[in-house]
Structures are given as C-alpha cells and as structure tokens.
C-alpha cells in the first residue's frame, strides 16, 4: 500500500527557513507529478508547489515565488519543499501529493488531481 509521510515541519521565527521532505514508501512515484499544499485553519487546503515527473518543470502559487523550492530525488522516493524568507502567513499543516496518473504533461494545482496524500505536517511561523 503506496504510503506519504512528511517530515521537516516544526516552529520557525519569521524571516527563517525550514525544508520539509516527504518519503514514499510501498509504491515507487518516479514517473508521478508531486506536489505540496498546505491547510491553515479555517481556510480551504491550498495549491503551494508542484514538480514534474522528470523534475524539469515546476509550479508555484504566486505568494511563495522566489523563496519556495521544489525539488525531488527519485532514487530516494522524495520530494522536497525548501522554504525560506518564511512569514506568518505560510503558517498551516502541509500535504505532500502525487498525481492522479504517471507520466501527466500538467502540473496540476487542484487537489483532485492528486491521488496520493500524506498525513500533513505542521508548520507554524512566529512574529
């Protein structure tokens, strides 16, 4: 059974940095499309970051540009979310996903895209 786990979460001042990862396990997703969203309470989950099967393209909600990255080690299973410049308002529990299908040409931002989730990790951001 294809299982997500994340790790990397925890308590960040603003301004500082966290890198979250999140390991497959029982299934390979090297040829999935793997994404990030995250949750903050009260809100609806939200679209952060999305990364090709091959790792050649890469997505992201425009409030995070320029300070998140995407990457993923296929031999290892795992995708990365590096976050810096981090602000109160990237506080909220972050998913790890992977698509629907493999080998997808778009980089989907909806969460119904994505057949595969992790337990969510959280991220909390102080002022």
């Known amino acids: 059974q294809a299982q997500l786990v994340e790790s990397g979460g925890g308590l960040v001042q603003a301004g500082g940095s966290l890198r979250l990862a999140c390991t497959a396990s029982?299934?390979?997703?090297?040829?999935?499309?793997r994404g990030w969203f995250r949750q903050a309470p009260g809100k609806e989950r939200e679209f952060v970051a999305a990364?090709?099967?091959?790792?050649?393209?890469?997505s992201y909600v425009d409030s995070v540009k320029g300070r998140f990255t995407i990457s993923r080690d296929s031999a290892k299973n795992t995708v990365y979310l590096q976050m810096n410049s981090l602000k109160p308002e990237d506080a909220a529990v972050y998913y790890c996903?992977?698509?629907?299908?493999?080998?997808?040409?778009?980089?989907?931002?909806?969460?119904?895209?994505?057949?595969?989730w992790g337990q969510g990790i959280q991220v909390t951001v102080s002022s």
């Open positions: 029982g299934q390979t997703f090297s040829n999935y499309n």
């Open positions: 990364i090709g099967w091959n790792g050649g393209r890469t």
């Open positions: 996903a992977a698509d629907l299908r493999p080998f997808r040409i778009i980089l989907y931002t909806v969460s119904q895209e994505y057949g595969y």
